[in-house]
Nanobody, 124 residues
Framework: VQLQASGGGLVQAGGSLRLSCQAS????????MGWFRQAPGKEREFVAG????????YYADSVKGRFTISRDNAKNTVYLQMNSLKPEDTAVYYC??????????????????WGQGTQVTVSS
């Protein structure tokens, strides 16, 4: 599985961005998908995850109520809609895929596949 993330950019606090992650392959719906982020000097952290079917989602407390993860299995794409952005949301955002939803949302081991990352910068 190859993942290509896009949609990052510079936005003012309170603004919105939508990230996209396009996946290759014909078994996209077999994979749980997640978004992670890494700020300078910090470890990579879980942001949001979604089951292969799209039936369940899970969010980090820091983004709950502001971010929404969704997927379109017909387009092999997962999205992250980010609203009410804060300067502390500034990071490189990565999408990831793994056959296990638990791996994505618990993040105690590395997901199988990663995208290249897209920079999100929120100015105050």
């Amino acid at each position: 599985v190859q993942l290509q993330a896009s949609g990052g950019g510079l936005v003012q606090a309170g603004g919105s961005l939508r990230l996209s992650c396009q996946a290759s392959g014909r078994t996209f719906s077999s994979y749980a998908m997640g978004w992670f982020r890494q700020a300078p000097g910090k470890e990579r952290e879980f942001v949001a995850g979604i089951r292969g079917s799209g039936g369940s989602t899970y969010y980090a407390d820091s983004v709950k109520g502001r971010f929404t993860i969704s997927r379109d299995n017909a387009k092999n794409t997962v999205y992250l809609q980010m609203n009410s952005l804060k300067p502390e949301d500034t990071a490189v955002y990565y999408c990831a895929a793994d056959p296990s939803y638990h791996t994505i949302v618990v993040f105690t081991r590395t997901p199988a596949y990663w995208g290249q990352g897209t920079q999100v910068t929120v100015s105050s």
